[in-house]
């Protein structure tokens, strides 16, 4: 069991997954090689995942959409944007890059039912202690064949070892963000979804391996965020056991 006892930010000692750590950690989310480095590339996947809108009027709403990081990867694809998130400071940032933004919990959106085509839950169901309410809310706001994406990391020792004792020692995850507690099992995700009417297919994902590489020794390097730097892509895994994606449509 990984020490969760308290993580220091630069700023202060706060509980791990305390989502004050988000205003702490404020101006790292658009640096692309900053601390939130990784989900600009986990967004870039996620998106893949998006179809282009059926029609102009097409809702994406996007639960624990932190700064927005999903918004230029969804550009052209001709959804409206809502972003739903607990921490202001990370809305703030969001609405600088076009999504209409909504401070609430992902456990209780105030947002109507079938409002939404697509219900986008990246990155954020492992930092929800009540993880089946979101599902459910992410399925309530999905309209009847609206599209569910999403990205977490699931509840085995492998996802703590890997994202918790190793992944947090490296400059791609802030160390103290996750409390491996609220990792989420993969069938219990898929079954969660099945009861709310979502048929979910999960695979696993992980960086592509030279790219990540590439992308640490040039940030050993001090190569910084110059623009127009490649970033590691994601690819997918024959595991889910750390890190993954899934998708279904609501049905009905
Ligand atoms: C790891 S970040 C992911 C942000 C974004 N989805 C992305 O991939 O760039 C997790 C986000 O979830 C938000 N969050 C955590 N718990 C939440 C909750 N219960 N309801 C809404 N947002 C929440 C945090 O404020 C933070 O912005």
Redesign the pocket.
């Known amino acids: 069991m990984p020490d969760v006892s308290g993580v220091s930010t630069p700023h202060r000692v706060l509980p791990p997954?305390d989502?004050r750590q988000?205003d702490d950690l404020a101006d790292e989310?658009w640096r692309p090689d900053g601390a939130?480095a990784m989900?600009?590339w986990?967004?870039r996947a996620?998106a893949a995942m998006v179809p282009p809108a059926s029609t102009p009027d097409d809702l994406l709403v996007?639960?624990?959409?932190?700064?927005?990081?999903?918004a230029p990867h969804l550009a052209g694809k001709g959804y409206h944007h809502v972003g739903?998130?607990?921490?202001r400071s990370?809305l703030d940032q969001a609405a600088d890059h076009g999504v209409t933004v909504v401070q609430?919990?992902?456990?209780a959106v105030p947002l109507t039912d079938g409002c939404a085509a697509v219900v986008?839950?990246?990155?954020?169901l492992e930092?929800?202690?009540d993880w089946r309410r979101?599902v459910a809310e992410a399925c309530r706001l999905l309209r009847p064949g609206g599209l569910l994406v999403l990205?977490t990391l699931n509840d085995t020792l492998l996802a703590r070892l890997i994202a918790v004792e190793l992944g947090e020692r490296l400059p791609t995850v802030p160390r103290g963000?996750h409390d491996p507690r609220l990792f989420v099992d993969a069938s219990a995700l898929v079954a969660e979804c099945a009861r709310h009417g979502v048929s979910l297919e999960v695979r696993g994902v992980r960086p592509e391996v030279g790219g990540t590489l590439a992308w640490l020794l040039r940030r050993m390097r001090g190569g910084g965020d110059r623009p127009g730097r490649t970033e590691p892509r994601m690819v997918p895994t024959r595991s889910a056991a750390v890190l993954y994606q899934g998708w279904g449509r609501r049905s009905g």
Do not use: K, M, Q
């Open positions: 997954n989502p988000y989310w939130f989900l600009h986990l967004a996620r996007d639960l624990g959409c932190g700064a927005g990081l999903l739903v998130d607990l921490t990370a609430g919990d992902a456990t986008s839950a990246g990155e954020v930092h929800v202690p979101a990205d963000i």
